[in-house]
């Protein structure tokens, strides 16, 4: 069984780019949408009429909870898999294709796709000093000792999930690389496909001051929280001071 968990936040499903593209590719795939929204919305009517597996707390419960609570609602076996997304994730019928391929093999305990924005490769890439996310320009430069990835188009074996599961104590950024850590140390199976997934990069969009500062706090805390975890505090000082200079104007503006 393949079953495909997008996380929604504070949007309406049918904006949600993921969750159309699995409407149209789904074929056997058996969707779960975790509601982390604190609005009102009409998403458990939608998910009902489609047949999706629909939870909510009615709280923004961050992704690393959300994740985990899925999880343990999943039966965890060498048979099942489950596909991670974020809500703004754009799949192609070939991703999909050829991760049926590999999930029917039951090779792999980890399936990543090549994840593009409009300008890089988001992932996978390479960690380097425990913190340093480094993305590559070609497949080829990855280094499968330090490979990371990202959440969104991850495919993972549920049995994986008896073994570690998700850092509670990290709210939404690093949540995915934290997990990569485990991959890496617990030496597991990945597998990267040739397959090619579009990824809504927020440091690419235009965002207002207000929205700029409220998700800078949330990646501050994250980013200090990994860099403390993995004994490397310096890196945070010294990397969260570059993005506020190079950030300057917006933390300026009102």
Do not use: W
Request: glycine residues 0%; proline residues 1%; aromatic residues 14%.
């Amino acid at each position: 069984m393949l079953y495909a968990l997008v996380v929604i936040y504070n949007k309406n499903c049918e904006e949600s780019q993921s969750i159309q593209s699995l409407i149209k590719y789904k074929s056997n795939i058996k969707i779960i949408v975790f509601d982390n929204s604190s609005i009102i919305n009409n998403n458990k009517t939608f998910c009902l009429k489609h047949n999706f597996i629909y939870y909510s707390l009615n709280k923004n419960m961050g992704l690393s909870k959300a994740y985990n609570y899925v999880i343990d609602k999943v039966e965890k076996n060498d048979s099942n898999y489950l596909m991670i997304l974020d809500d703004d994730t754009v799949l192609t019928k070939e991703y999909i294709e050829e991760t049926y391929k590999y999930v029917v093999k039951k090779e792999y305990d980890i399936i990543l796709p090549i994840v593009k924005t409009n300008k890089i490769i988001l992932s996978p890439s390479n960690i380097m000093h425990k913190c340093r996310v480094v993305k590559i320009n070609n497949i080829d430069d990855i280094n499968i000792k330090k490979i990371t990835a990202i959440n969104s188009g991850m495919v993972v074996k549920t049995s994986v999930y008896k073994i570690f599961k998700y850092n509670e104590s990290l709210f939404l950024d690093y949540v995915d690389h934290d997990f990569m850590k485990k991959v890496r140390i617990n030496n597991l199976y990945i597998k990267i496909l040739k397959s090619e997934i579009f990824q809504n990069f927020s440091r690419e969009e235009k965002v207002t001051s207000k929205n700029f500062k409220f998700r800078f706090n949330i990646y501050r805390k994250d980013f200090k929280k990994y860099c403390k975890e993995n004994r490397n505090i310096l890196f945070y000082y010294l990397s969260i001071t570059k993005y506020i200079i190079v950030n300057l104007d917006k933390f300026l503006k009102r």
